[in-house]
């Protein structure tokens, strides 16, 4: 039986094969990119030739970080789980 704060604490960071100290950095570190690019966005509202691009970059950046490298290193080598992780079928 799950208690509230394994729920709470250890069963994300799990699914992306992190400890709760790994998802916290990350985490944080794209929450921290998000919100400068958001900044960036409002100036460019005011003035568009400021940040013309950094919004859309940021976007492409944290995607591939989030997604494509997620995939990769979810991809347990053919016939084996990751470190004590069960696999999604199992």
Known sequence: MRTMLGKLFI??????????????????????????AGLACLVHAVVPGFFVRTGSRTITVLYD??????????????????????????
Request: net charge positive; aromatic share 6%; glycine share 14%.
């Open 11 to 36: 069963d994300h960071p799990r699914t992306v094969q992190e400890s709760y100290g790994e998802h916290a950095v990350v985490a944080a570190s794209f929450g921290g990119r998000m919100v400068l």
């Open 65 to 90: 970080e989030m997604v494509v490298n997620r995939n990769r290193k979810a991809a347990p080598a053919e016939g084996t789980v990751g470190a004590g992780y069960r696999s999604i079928s199992g």
